[in-house]
C-alpha cells in the first residue's frame, strides 16, 4: 500500500485565540420573494474572496436551483485559513447559538474538536441514502469518523505543498524549478544576487506554519514527517533541527512586510513578478484564475521542494450543527456539498479536486488535471495548519512558538517548545 495517512486519535479541548472580524451575514443566493419562502439555512465559512467566494457562490447556485424555496444564508466570515471565522464560530457555538452548518477541516480538527465537544450530529444516515461511501476516497473516511459514526461531508480534497512561481522570473534569470532544499536556496541567492530582495513571498502568519510545514516535510521526507503526529517521531532530533535551519535560511529571503499580507498579497507578488516564489495551498490556483492569469503563463507549480511524490492535502467538509435551527434545510445542503453536481460546480473554480471519485475531469484545468493525477497516485501526508495532523490545542502551542520563532530565530527554543508541545499534547 503506497498510500497512507497520519492516524489520528487524539481528543482534544478547542483553544481559540479571540481575534476581530467582520461578520456580516449576506444572503447571496434564493428567492426573492420572501413571502415564497419556506425555509433557511445558515451556513458558515470563511470563503469571502480571492476565488473563494466565487467557488462557494458556484455551489450555492447548485443549491438554488435544487431547493429553489430555501433561503441560503451566507455567514462568511472573512481571513484566510479560518482564523478569524473559527473563533467567531467558537463563540457562537459557546453561546449555543450555532450556524446550520459550517466548513470544518477533516482531520483533527474536525474531530477533536466538534465531536469531542459534542456539537455535531453523525451523518452516517445521509452517506447510507445518498450511497456516498462508494465514492468517497477510502482515506478520507477515517478521518472525519469517530466509533463508527461519520461527522461530515468533504467536499474538497486541496493540496498544501505546492510552490507557485513566476516562469517568466525565473526563465530570464537562468533558473530552473528547483527540486531539493539546497537547488531551491541556489536559486534564491541567484535571484537576490540579480537585485531581487525577497524572491520568496510570504503572508501574514498562518502563511508561515504553511511554510513551515512544507519544509518540515521537505527536509526530513515522508516517513519522518508523519511520524512526527502520530507519536512515532522525534522532535527532538537532528531531522528536525535540519528542518528549522532550513525554515530559518528561507525567511532570509522573504519580504519584510509579510505579517501585514493575506495570502492572497502574497500571491500577487509572484504574479507581479516581485517575487519568484510563493508556497500556498492550490486555493492560490482559484485566485489566480480568477484574476485572469494563465496557468504555464502567469504562473507556475511544482512540488515544493524535497516533496515530489508526496501529497500533503487538507480537506473542507460540512457538518450538521446538533440542535441545528434549520435541520431540514441543512440536510438539504449537505446533500449538495456530497452531489457530484454540486462538488464539479465549486471545485473547478476554487482551485481543489473533488472529493469524490467521479468528478468529471474535463471540467478541471491543466493544474487540477495534474492534482488529480497525484493525488491519486502520491503517498500522503496531512497539513498542520489546514486541520489535519494536530488538533487545535497542539496546533494552537506550536503557532505561538512559531511566532516567538518568527521574532527571535532562536532554533534551539523553537525545537524545545516543539519537543515540549508535543509532550503536552500527545
Ligand atoms: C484553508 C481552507 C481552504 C482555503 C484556505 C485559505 O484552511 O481549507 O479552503 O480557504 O484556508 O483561506
Redesign the pocket.
Known amino acids: 500500500m503506497t498510500k497512507r495517512v497520519v492516524a489520528l486519535l487524539a481528543v482534544m479541548t478547542m483553544v481559540v485565540a479571540a481575534c476581530g472580524s467582520d461578520t456580516a451575514e449576506t444572503t447571496v443566493a434564493g428567492p426573492t420573494d420572501t413571502a415564497a419562502m419556506t425555509d433557511t439555512v445558515e451556513v458558515f465559512s ?2 469571502t474572496g480571492g476565488g ?1 467566494a466565487a467557488g462557494l457562490e458556484a455551489m450555492i447556485t447548485v443549491f438554488g436551483a435544487e431547493y429553489p424555496d430555501v433561503t441560503f444564508e451566507n455567514s462568511a466570515v472573512a481571513g ?3 482564523t478569524n471565522a473559527r473563533a467567531v464560530l467558537a463563540t457562537r457555538l459557546q453561546a449555543n447559538e450555532p450556524p446550520d452548518s459550517w466548513q470544518g ?1 477533516a482531520g483533527q480538527e474536525l474531530i477533536g474538536t466538534y465531536v469531542a465537544a459534542d456539537q455535531i450530529e453523525p451523518l452516517n444516515f445521509l452517506y447510507d441514502e445518498e450511497g456516498w461511501l462508494d465514492v468517497m476516497p477510502e482515506t478520507l473516511i477515517p478521518l472525519i469518523s469517530k466509533d463508527g459514526n461519520i461527522y461530515s461531508v468533504p467536499v474538497n480534497i ?1 493540496r498544501a505543498n505546492v510552490l507557485w512561481t513566476n516562469p517568466t522570473v525565473l526563465a530570464d534569470n537562468g533558473i530552473d524549478v528547483p527540486t531539493s532544499m539546497d537547488e531551491w536556496f541556489t536559486a534564491l541567492d541567484a535571484l537576490q544576487a540579480a537585485g531581487m530582495d525577497a524572491p520568496l513571498a510570504l503572508g501574514e502568519q498562518w502563511t508561515a506554519m504553511h511554510l513551515f510545514e512544507t519544509v518540515l516535510l521537505g527536509t526530513m521526507g515522508y516517513e519522518a514527517y508523519n511520524a512526527l503526529w502520530d507519536g512515532n517521531g522525534d522532535w527532538s532530533s537532528a531531522d528536525v533541527t535540519a528542518a528549522l535551519e532550513n525554515y530559518d535560511k528561507l525567511l532570509g529571503y522573504t519580504n519584510s512586510d509579510s505579517s501585514a499580507l493575506s ?1 492572497q498579497d502574497a500571491a500577487q507578488l509572484v504574479i507581479d513578478g516581485d517575487a519568484a516564489f510563493n508556497v500556498m ?1 492550490d ?1 492560490a490556483e482559484g485566485f489566480f484564475r480568477e484574476i485572469g492569469e494563465e496557468p504555464n503563463v502567469g504562473y507556475g507549480w511544482a512540488a515544493t521542494p524535497g516533496t515530489a511524490g508526496i501529497f500533503q492535502f ?1 480537506s ?1 467538509s460540512f457538518v450538521l450543527a446538533k440542535n441545528a435551527p434549520h435541520r431540514d434545510a441543512a440536510i438539504d445542503w449537505l446533500k449538495v456539498a456530497g452531489s457530484l453536481a454540486g462538488q464539479d460546480a465549486f471545485n473547478p473554480v476554487k482551485g481543489s479536486i473533488p472529493a469524490r471519485s467521479d468528478g468529471d475531469r474535463s471540467l478541471y484545468g491543466v493544474y487540477l488535471q495534474s492534482a488529480m493525477d497525484d493525488w491519486a497516485s502520491d503517498d500522503v501526508a496531512g497539513s498542520l495548519t ?1 486541520g489535519v495532523v494536530a488538533n487545535d490545542s497542539w496546533k494552537s502551542e506550536i503557532d505561538s512558538s512559531l511566532g516567538a520563532f518568527l521574532t527571535n530565530r532562536d532554533v534551539a527554543a523553537f525545537q524545545a517548545a516543539l519537543v515540549a508541545s508535543e509532550a503536552a499534547n500527545a
Open positions: 470563511w470563503w473563494e484566510g485559513a479560518g477541516h486541496h495570502w495551498g486555493w487538507l473542507d489546514h
